[in-house]
């Protein structure tokens, strides 16, 4: 039998979620987290098979989390809801170790089977993201410029982006702050920018950060 673990914001898309797996035979039991910090104490407090992530917490970035999740919890997949279309975003998240990507407006037969595929052991994508993934996007010229970064780079993008220093980014992921400055000019030359206000007005632009 399967734990699932609700990771969003939202009481609403918390409880619609919540009630679309009650109706899961396979689902045991069902945690909710609305915050970042909640989600891994709930993470550290028992044992869950699956996490249903949101992209856009209050205290941290989908990205950050993601990443404790990958390095502090292995055997635990995520699976990735989100508001923004695939191409801005599936990809990054899958770099990162997302077992999947899931639009939030999708049927509710859509995000059981994603789960169940997820819980598998296979990657959850649709066809358009799959073939993303195959091509490989550095030579794709109707490539979002983001989709060229590792997920390192975009976890560093958005937080520059979002209007953070090098100094707080260095401390936030635990390197150093040449390493961070090395990930910031790799960004820039890698998206064709001169500054940090161009990042952030890209982001703005693409709906990346909020």
């Known amino acids: 039998m399967t734990k699932i673990l609700i990771a969003d914001d939202h009481p609403v898309v ?47 970035s989908g990205l950050d989390i993601l990443r404790h999740i990958q390095s502090g919890f292995p055997s635990v997949r995520v699976l990735v809801l989100s508001a923004l279309p695939e191409k801005q975003y599936a990809l990054s998240v899958l770099r990162a170790g997302a077992s999947g990507y899931l639009a939030k407006d999708s049927a509710p037969e859509e995000l059981l089977k994603a789960i169940h595929t997820v819980l598998g052991g296979r990657r959850c994508v649709s066809p358009e993201v799959a073939e993303l993934l195959v091509a490989g996007l550095d030579n794709d010229p109707d490539s979002p410029q983001h989709a060229r970064l590792s997920a390192r780079e975009f976890q560093v993008f958005s937080k520059l982006a979002a209007g953070r220093s090098v100094s707080e980014i260095a401390a936030e992921l635990l390197l ?23 990042l952030t007005s890209y982001a703005l632009r693409n709906g990346l950060i909020q």
Not at 28 to 43: F, N, P, Q, S, V
Not at 184 to 195: A, D, I, Q
Request: charged share 35%; hydrophobic share 40%; net charge positive.
């Open 176 to 198: 150093s702050v040449k390493t961070v400055s090395t990930y910031r000019n790799r960004v820039l030359e890698k998206m064709g920018f001169r500054t940090n206000a161009d």
């Open 14 to 60: 918390r409880a619609g979620i919540k009630q679309y797996l009650e109706a899961d035979s396979a689902v045991r039991e069902i945690g909710e987290a609305a915050t970042g910090r909640e989600t891994l104490d709930k993470l550290r407090a028992q044992n869950w098979d699956l996490v249903l992530l949101d992209i856009f917490m209050p205290d941290r």
